[in-house]
């Protein structure tokens, strides 16, 4: 097939690059680079089933070739990102979500919506299930991203609705792995650089909030099974496995030992979500998907891959 992939230079992206042109496809990948990385897809130049357009979707992309499918991963996706780019955040997930649903009905391909489960707020319901309608602050510091991304769903769901778009919608929950942005204020990343670097671990209030890490091969693998599957309501992808954001810190300095790092606490941000766990029943089910990458071999290899790269010298 031939696949449109916005967002092909993030984090996400290339890694589903990565996964569909092993299976054969070739891949139209456009990014406008406000966060995606060109190191993200350097090993992918002269790729003969690659072609790398840099356009932003927020404008009708001009693409001459016939579609199949239409991945739209483009958004600032980390609290950095898209309080730095709050309007361009508005306009990716709806401008854009609209105008690559266009192109998927022009082209009579099939769409898949990433959407994420920041469309729950700080629920009131946990685990996160897929017919919860969230707890969000329309107008907080977080709802560029929130609201656009409630807005994108319903946008793909009135296409699929009224004007016969085949489409699908994911929630990813907090996904973690090699080529993530050391920079971008996620959890993770934040404290192995931190870790690796021999500073202090910025842990927000007690750290007993809440999360659930999915390793990055085994989401894009669940994003390539939603595409293909017949469903086209939202559906979870994530680990299960809680975790506090406290004992992600601990493992991390354990995989670090020749670290001098202490755990630093700071103020609470405003609307950071409490707990954050995604029922997967539904994934499982329609799916037959699930996480096979457990949190230390993940948080092994992530280290691995920093180690070398994020050492100031």
């Not at 790398?52 to 001009?62: N, Q, R």
């Amino acid at each position: 097939m031939r696949i449109l992939i916005s967002g092909a230079a993030g984090f996400l992206g290339s890694y589903l690059t990565d996964l569909l042109l092993a299976q054969g496809h070739e891949i139209v990948g456009v990014d406008n680079f406000i966060t995606g990385k060109q190191e993200n897809i350097a090993h992918l130049r002269g790729n003969p089933r690659v072609r790398f357009v840099e356009a932003d979707v927020i404008e009708p992309l001009k693409i001459d070739s016939s579609l199949d499918r239409i991945y739209h991963l483009a958004s600032p996706a980390s609290p950095m990102g898209y309080v730095k780019h709050q309007v361009a955040t508005l306009k990716v997930n709806s401008q854009g979500t609209w105008n690559l649903l266009e192109l998927a009905k022009s082209r009579n391909a099939r769409f898949l919506m990433a959407s994420t489960s920041e469309c729950y707020g700080d629920p009131a319901v946990h685990p996160q299930r897929e017919d919860y309608w969230g707890n969000v602050n329309p107008i907080g510091l977080r709802s560029m991203y929130d609201e656009s991304k409630r807005f994108a769903e319903a946008c793909t769901m009135a296409y699929n609705r009224e004007r016969k778009v085949d489409t699908r919608i994911i929630r990813i929950f907090n996904t973690y792995g090699p080529r993530m942005d050391p920079y971008d204020g996620r959890a993770v990343i934040s404290f192995i650089r931190q870790a690796l670097n021999n500073e202090p671990l910025t842990v927000f209030g007690d750290g007993k909030q809440t999360r659930s890490l999915c390793y990055v091969t085994d989401m894009v693998r669940g994003i390539n099974l939603t595409m293909e599957s017949d469903f086209c309501e939202p559906i979870n992808l994530g680990n299960p496995d809680e975790i506090t954001i406290l004992q992600i810190a601990q493992d991390i300095l354990a995989l670090i030992p020749e670290s001098k790092s202490k755990i630093a606490h700071h103020p609470m941000p405003p609307d950071d979500p409490r707990i954050r766990c995604p029922d997967i029943t539904r994934a499982r089910q329609i799916l037959g998907w699930s996480p096979t990458v457990g949190r230390p071999v993940g948080l092994k290899k992530m280290v691995e891959f920093y180690r070398d790269r994020l050492v100031k010298r």
